[in-house]
C-alpha cells in the first residue's frame, strides 16, 4: 500500500491529542485566524480550516458564520458519522444566505452514502438562480452522475452482513489487518499510532493480541515486545505454520516483507523475508495453506510505479522461483492485500482499479482448474465494499465469517477493523403441532439460535394453523428452542446445507403435552390444595364468545385488547377450554387461549384483573359457587407458576348467579353459561 492512504491519519492523531496551533488572543490575530480559516476552507484545505476555525472559536464562541464553517469542515473530515442536527439547524438562516451551503450538503450526505440525499441537495444547489462558475457547476454536475452510479451500487443485494468491532478493539489508532488465532479464542491485529508517538510527531506502530471473553467481547489489549513501537507502519499480518511464524509487512526505511518466528512460545524481532526479490519494496503478501506458493504485492517497474500483485512458487528446500506477475489480476492502479482459500481456487485481494467505486475495493477471482489461470476479478459488492477503502480481508476457519480494515464512514480511528459474515439466507417455513392429537398449536415461541457466535439469534411466534417463518443462515447449524405457555418444550437441532436462497426449507416440529406443559402442574396445584376431583370421559366447554345468544355480548372484547388504551371493554371471555365434570382440571391440549391471557399480562405490567368462574344451573348448587371459584383459581394459577404476581390477580367464583343466556337448553343457552370470565380491575 502506498504511504498515501496514511496522510490523514496524522493530522487526526494531533487532534485527538490537542494539538492546535497557539492561539492569537489580541483581535488583529482573531481577524488573521478567521481569514487563514476562510482561506483554507474554500481552498477545500479543510483538515487546516477545522483546526483554524476552532483556534478562532475559541475566542469568539458566538461567530455563527465560523461555527458553519467549522461545521462542515468535522462532517468532512474527522466526524463523518456524527448526527446531522447542528450542521442542518444553519439551513433556515445561512442555508439562504450562503448559496454554497446546498453543495456543502450534498457533500455531507454522500460522505455517509446517503447518495438520494445527495443528488437531493446538488440538484437544489444547481437550481439556484444565483451566479456559480462553471467549475464548481460542472463539477456538481459530476458528482451527480457519480452519485447515481454508487446509489445502485450499494442498493445491489448483497450475501454479507458487516459489523463493526467494538472497544477495545477499535480505538482512535488506526486498527488494520485482524486475523484469529489459537483455535480462535485469540484476536491480533496491528494498530498504528499512540499518544506517545504523536507528541513526538512519528508515527509509530504495535501489534496487539485480544482475548475473547464471551459472544463479541474480547479483553483488553496486549502487546508483545518483539512488535511493540516499531517506527513506521506494521501491517499485512498473516499466522502460518500451525501459527509459529508470522508475515508482516514493516515499514522500516522503504518498507519490505518481513517474518517472525515464535520459540519457545516467544515471538522474535521480525526479519527479512527471504523467499522475494528485495530489490523494490514490497508491500503484502500471503502463503498458501501447503506453503508452497507466495503471492504478494509489489512496486512495479512501470513508469507510474503502481503496486501489482506478484507469485513465488517453491522450488525446493530453501529455494524459489522467479517472480511472476499475475496480469489478469493487475489493473493500471494499486492492488494490495491478497488472500487465498486453503484450497488454493480463490484469491481475494484489494484494488483501486478494475470496477472499484471508491479508493481500495475488495475483489475475488476464481482459478480455472483447466488452465490454472485466474478468472476477472469480482467486486464484491455493498456492504464489504463502500466509496472508502476496503482492505485486508481475510476468511476465519470456517470459510464463511472473516474480518477486513476499512475507513468507511462511522470509523473511529483512520481504518478500524471489521467483522463479516457471509449470509446466504434460506426461508424456512415451520408448523408446530400436539405429538398426541396432530392439531396445531398457536401461540409457541420459536427461537432460533445459529452455531455461529457472530450470528444473531432470531425469534417467531406460531400462528392460528401452527405456522411461522424465519430466514436462515446457510452453512451453520440451527438451534431451535421451543416454548409453549411459557414452559420449555422441545429443543431440536437442524443443519442448513443449502446453498441457494430460492430453496425452501418445510419442517414440522412436534410437541408432547402431557409431559411437558400446563396439565401436570395445573393439575398437581388442584392436588394439592385437596380440591381436584376425578376427571370423566365427559368434558363441559367454557363457551365461545362468538356463539350465537340473545344475551347481551357486546360489552365484551377481545382478549388481546384489554388494557390497551382504546379498548372496546373491560371484560373478555377465554373460550375453548375445557373442565371435567365438576372439576377444576384445564386439559393442556386445549390451553392456546391460556397463554393469550399470560402474554397480555406480562406485555401489560400495570395490568390487574379479576378471574371469574361460572357454572350453569344445573350442575349441583350446593356446589356450583365452590366449583367456579376453583376454576377461577387454575387460571390464577397458571399465571402466577409463570411469575406474574399474585397482588395482580383476583379469583372469584359467581357460581351459577350471573347467567348470559336461558338455562332452559344446552345448545344455546348453559353451554354460553358454563365459562371464565377476565374483568380489568380499574
Not at 64 to 86: G, N, V
Not at 341 to 364: A, C, E, L, N, Q
Request: proline fraction near 5%.
Amino acid at each position: 500500500m502506498k504511504n498515501s492512504i496514511y496522510l490523514r491519519f496524522t493530522s487526526l492523531a494531533l487532534l485527538a491529542v490537542g494539538v492546535l496551533l497557539p492561539y492569537a488572543g489580541s483581535s488583529q490575530g482573531k481577524h488573521s485566524t478567521y481569514v487563514r480559516a476562510e482561506d483554507s476552507f474554500y481552498d477545500e484545505e479543510l483538515e487546516t480550516a477545522f483546526l483554524l476555525f476552532n483556534e478562532y472559536l475559541a475566542g469568539s464562541p458566538d461567530d455563527r458564520k465560523a461555527q458553519y464553517y467549522a461545521e462542515i469542515c468535522s462532517l468532512l473530515t474527522y466526524y463523518p458519522a456524527k448526527p446531522l442536527d447542528k450542521f442542518l439547524q444553519f439551513e433556515a438562516t445561512l442555508g439562504t444566505s450562503d448559496k454554497f451551503f446546498y453543495y456543502w450538503a450534498g457533500r455531507i450526505y454522500a460522505a455517509r452514502y446517503d447518495y438520494g440525499a445527495a443528488i437531493e441537495a446538488w440538484q437544489k444547489f444547481l437550481d439556484l438562480k444565483a451566479y456559480k462558475s462553471k467549475v464548481i457547476t460542472d463539477e456538481t454536475k459530476a458528482f451527480i452522475e457519480d452519485a447515481i452510479v454508487k446509489k445502485s451500487f450499494i442498493e445491489l443485494p448483497s450475501t454479507y452482513s458487516v459489523h463493526h468491532l467494538p472497544a477495545p478493539i477499535n480505538t482512535f489508532n488506526s486498527e488494520e489487518n485482524p486475523i484469529l488465532f489459537d483455535n480462535e479464542s485469540k484476536l491480533m491485529l496491528a494498530s498504528i499510532g499512540n499518544n506517545e508517538s504523536v507528541r513526538r510527531r512519528k508515527q509509530r506502530s504495535t501489534i496487539y493480541f485480544f482475548e475473547r471473553q464471551g459472544k463479541n467481547k474480547w479483553s483488553a489489549p496486549v502487546s508483545y515486545p518483539a512488535f511493540k513501537e516499531m517506527k513506521g507502519n506494521i501491517v499485512n499480518l498473516q499466522l502460518f505454520d500451525n501459527e509459529t511464524k508470522l508475515l508482516l509487512y514493516y515499514e522500516n526505511k522503504k518498507g519490505d516483507l518481513y517474518q517472525s518466528e515464535k520459540v519457545n512460545g516467544v515471538w522474535q524481532k521480525p526479519k527479512p523475508l527471504e523467499q522475494i526479490d528485495r530489490s523494490g519494496m514490497q508491500v503484502s503478501g500471503f502463503f498458501t495453506s501447503n506453503g508452497e506458493v507466495l503471492v504478494y504485492t509489489a512496486e512495479s517497474k512501470k513508469p507510474d510505479k503502481d503496486i501489482d500483485l506478484y507469485m513465488v512458487t517453491r522450488q525446493g528446500e530453501g529455494q524459489w522461483s522467479a517472480p511472476t506477475e499475475l496480469q489478469e489480476l493487475n489493473s493500471p492502479f494499486d492492488e494490495d492485500s491478497p488472500y487465498i482459500t486453503p484450497d488454493g481456487s480463490t484469491i481475494y485481494f484489494s484494488s483501486r482499479g478494475h470496477s472499484s467505486v471508491g479508493g481500495f475495493d475488495i475483489f475475488k477471482s476464481v482459478r480455472n482448474p483447466t488452465t490454472g489461470r485466474w478468472g476477472t476479478p469480482e467486486n464484491l459488492g455493498y456492504p464489504i465494499n463502500t466509496p472508502g477503502d476496503e482492505i485486508f480481508f481475510k476468511f476465519n476457519k470456517d470459510g464463511k465469517t472473516g474480518f477486513f480494515s476499512s475507513d468507511r464512514a462511522g470509523t473511529v480511528g483512520f481504518l478500524d477493523a471489521y467483522l463479516f459474515v457471509e449470509e446466504i439466507k434460506i426461508p424456512m417455513k415451520g408448523r408446530v403441532i400436539a405429538s398426541s392429537t396432530k392439531q396445531p398449536l398457536a401461540g409457541v415461541l420459536v427461537k432460533v439460535t445459529p452455531d455461529n457466535q457472530y450470528l444473531n439469534t432470531l425469534s417467531a411466534e406460531s400462528n392460528q394453523d401452527g405456522e411461522f417463518e424465519v430466514l436462515l443462515t446457510s452453512g451453520f447449524d440451527q438451534a431451535f428452542d421451543l416454548t409453549y405457555m411459557g414452559l420449555h418444550a422441545k429443543t431440536e437441532s437442524i443443519s442448513v446445507d443449502q446453498a441457494s436462497p430460492t430453496d425452501i426449507l418445510n419442517k414440522v416440529f412436534e410437541i408432547d403435552l402431557t409431559e411437558t406443559i400446563l396439565a401436570q402442574q395445573t393439575h398437581q396445584q388442584g392436588l394439592q390444595q385437596g380440591k381436584s376431583a376425578v376427571p370423566t370421559k365427559t368434558t363441559t366447554k367454557v363457551a365461545s364468545a362468538s356463539t350465537e345468544t340473545t344475551a347481551p355480548i357486546s360489552e365484551y372484547t377481545e382478549l388481546g385488547d384489554l388494557g390497551k388504551k382504546f379498548s372496546k371493554g373491560n371484560k373478555a371471555i377465554l373460550s375453548n377450554i375445557y373442565f371435567e365434570p365438576g372439576s377444576d382440571y384445564i386439559s393442556s391440549a386445549y390451553t392456546p387461549e391460556l397463554f393469550a391471557l399470560f402474554k397480555v399480562m406480562s406485555e401489560n405490567p400495570e395490568l390487574r384483573i379479576e378471574i371469574g368462574g361460572h357454572t350453569d344451573a344445573l350442575e349441583e348448587k350446593t356446589s356450583s359457587q365452590n366449583l367456579s371459584k376453583l376454576r377461577a383459581r387454575a387460571v390464577g394459577s397458571y399465571l402466577m407458576q409463570r411469575r406474574i404476581s399474585e397482588d395482580r390477580i383476583k379469583e372469584v367464583g359467581y357460581g351459577a348467579t350471573q347467567p348470559l343466556a336461558s338455562n332452559d337448553n344446552e345448545k344455546e343457552g348453559r353451554e354460553l353459561n358454563r365459562r371464565i370470565e377476565v374483568l380489568v380491575i380499574e
